[in-house]
């Protein structure tokens, strides 16, 4: 297992923190606006700043042969489709439901990274640490996660959230084998190509946008610069230079997260089992990167 940089270790923790509070502002934005418009917007505010910083780079994208079809199909699945499932699912299902789903995506990874990125086998160590983590998060949320919303269709609702997580699972595999290539231009493209595939759709299913209020305005403007664009960017870093498995320790932080920033910023109560659910989560974690953890402290000394 390849040694990981501190600076990768302080990116995924910015990623943990900054994903953790978006299902809340996806929350808040729907009762707006549409969630395919709520995608759109997202993705657009996104793709106008990555685009523009792209364009003042000189529009470097690949460093030696092209793979257009990789990256139209990385577009899809990172951008266009989780986006437009976890909008339209976040209606039906919990919040506490999507943010199983997405500790679920280290699950995904782990045997598609064995079979398709050299240097990422999978361990009995790993999967051991991983499961540890996903329970850990199961007990943070707690069982309402997995109670039922009363919506018509949150059967429907939580295949989307577990279809969205799948789609980031596979699209960090394609991310990692993709040929040389900047990562400003990777990310301005996903995101050029996610919005001209969201619009469309939207404009099918929701009809023409009805122009949200300032404070829904504000919130997708939020979302589109933080969470999506400049955490894509980062994304796109660590699971280029860092490998899809070590980025999936992302997903168990971002339940932590959320739990704290409610208690903070919304006085919601912290769950009895908070303590034991950290536990379990950064002991999970701990013992999946237990060498890299090691060659990392070893180093510091």
Known sequence: MPPIAPRYWLMISTLGLVWGA????????????????????????????LGTIWVARGCRLFRDQPNWPSLGAIAVLSTALPFMLISWGQQHVSSGFTGVSMAAIPLMVLPLAHVFVPGEQLTLRRLIGFSIGFVGVALLIGGQAFESSGAALESFGRAACLSAAACYAVSS?????????????????????????????????????????????????????????????????VVREAGPTFMTLTNYQVPVWAVVLGAVFLDEELPPSM???MVMILGGLGLSQFGRLSRLFNKAR
Request: contains cysteine; hydrophobic residues 60%.
């Open 173 to 237: 595999i394609l991310t990692r084998r993709l040929p040389p290539v900047d990562p400003v231009g990777l990310a301005a493209v996903l995101l050029l190509i996610g919005f001209a595939i969201i619009c469309p759709v939207a404009l099918w299913i929701e009809g023409p946008p009805i122009m949200p209020d300032g404070q829904t305005l504000l919130i997708a403007a939020i979302l589109g610069l933080i969470p999506t664009a400049a955490a894509n960017l980062l994304r796109i870093i």
């Open 22 to 49: 978006t299902f809340l502002l996806i929350k808040l934005a729907l009762e707006g606006t549409t969630p395919f418009w709520l995608a759109a917007g997202r993705t657009g505010f996104a793709a106008l700043l």
């Open 275 to 277: 303590l034991v659910a």
